[in-house]
Every structure is written in C-alpha cells, then in structure tokens.
C-alpha cells in the first residue's frame, strides 16, 4: 500500500474512483507531502467508501498547498498535527468530517495565503504548473470536469525573463518602461504566468505582446484567453492581475468538501 501511494497508482476501487484518487497523490506528491504518508497510509487502511477518501484527499491537499505556499515550517508543528490526527480522527463516528474540521482549524487563513499568492515568486518548476493547472481547471474553465496533466503544458512568461538581458528580447526592456530591477521583483510573480502547450509556447516566447496575444486567443485555456482583452502589458498590469489570481487561490484549495 505503502508503494502504491508514493506511485500514485492505487486499485482499491473501480477504475474511475482510483483515477481520481490517483490524481489527488500525484497532486500530494508534486507538493512535497512526505510527511504525510503515515496519514495517507490510515486513511487508505481505514475508509473502505471511494467518495469519503477523495474527500479525506482533497482536504491534506488543500491543508498541504496553505502550508506549503505561506512558508510555514516543515518539521515538528506538521508531525504533530498528523500523529493526533491518526491517534484520534479515524475513532470519530464521521471520521473525514472530523478529518477535515481538524486541518481547517490548523491551516494558514484564506488572508494568508491570498498575501503569499501576492508576495511569493514562482519559479518554473513542476509545482508552478501544478498551481496555475488547478486554477485553470477551477477558477477558470466553465467545464468543471476538465483535467490537465500538468506535465504535459508549458510555463509562459508573459513579459519574458530574460526582457532585460537577452538580445533577442530588446523591445520588451523599452515596451515595458520600468527599470531592470523593478522587473526582477515582477518576472515570477503569478500574475507575468500563465499556460501554453508547448508548441504555442515556442511559438509565442519572444515576441512583442500584441503578438503573444494572437497565441493566446487560440490557447485551450481560458486564463491564458482573457489576456487577450489586455491592451498593453506592464508591472501594473502584473499586479492586477495577480491580485486576481490571489483572491481565487482561498476558493480553490478550501475546505467546504
């Protein structure tokens, strides 16, 4: 049980159930959730039901990316919270409700991790994409039931990283009239990123912003479209936008389940 968790490759339901409940450990494990699997290893001994485990999932999930995205420290704090969570929960007569009401009370705020959305930078790794995936899929998409494979899409950069050091991106340092250190604090902000598949991603990667938006009006996700309804791009724009970005993150890694 123990290596079909850290695989993500689970059978102890029907095959749509372990796609969903496999999808929520590739989630875990993109966040880093080690700590976690003596929880995880309870909660697969102990919940015999498929839609209570995907609910017990969503909710370490949700309690991992709070934690995980304000900074807080990984050691004793979050073995404690998991070892009372193992001793005690699972006795409960709903144990996921209880499961869930706990990492509630002991999660960063919904003010904690909107200002981490705001002051955090995003480097592009595999947890960025998982990030900008999930708010794809619930904060924007229409279609609730879509799922991206975040390994398979491509970070943009809207204003590119290099706009102030590489030739090729010479009209992005006058285009954007700031200075190359207020850049800096702005490049990996969320509100500069956003989702292409590879292909348009080449394609869209150093050119002017009036250009990139023509990629984007074709992109299949409905974050990187609204970019399109953006006259120019700026630091101000940046800021906006991931203020909205911020104020979605609450209402997507929560815990009404």
Not at 118 to 132: A, H, K, V
Not at 182 to 206: H, P, S, V, W
Not at 232 to 244: A, G, L, M, V
């Amino acid at each position: 049980l123990y290596v079909d968790i850290v695989n993500a490759d689970t059978e102890k339901f029907d095959s749509r159930s372990n796609t969903t409940i496999n999808r929520y450990l590739e989630n875990l494990n993109i966040l880093g959730a080690t700590q976690e699997r003596t929880l995880l290893l309870r909660l697969f001994s102990e919940i015999d039901n498929a839609n209570e485990l995907i609910r017990g999932l969503s909710a370490i999930e949700s309690f991992i990316f709070r934690w995980r995205v304000t900074n807080q420290t990984t050691g004793t704090d979050v073995d404690e919270i998991h070892a009372k969570l193992c001793s005690d929960v699972f006795d409960e007569p709903d144990p996921i409700g209880e499961l869930i009401k706990e990492l509630e009370s002991k999660a960063p705020s919904d003010s904690e991790v909107r200002v981490a959305i705001m002051t955090n930078q995003f480097p592009r790794n595999e947890r960025t994409r998982y990030i900008l995936s999930k708010i794809e899929m619930e904060g924007f998409s229409k279609d609730h039931s879509k799922v991206i494979d975040s390994t398979t899409v491509e970070i943009e950069h809207i204003a590119p990283r290099k706009s102030f050091t590489a030739d090729k991106y010479v009209s992005w340092s006058d285009y954007l009239n700031c200075g190359k250190e207020t850049f800096e604090e702005y490049c990996n902000k969320i509100g500069n990123l956003t989702l292409l598949n590879q292909r348009m991603n080449a394609r869209a990667q150093d050119k002017p912003f009036d250009q990139k938006k023509r990629e984007y009006e074709s992109s299949e996700f409905e974050m990187t479209q609204e970019i399109t309804n953006i006259d120019y791009w700026s630091t101000e724009k940046i800021e906006n936008r991931t203020k909205e970005l911020a104020e979605k993150a609450p209402k997507i890694w929560n815990f009404d389940i």
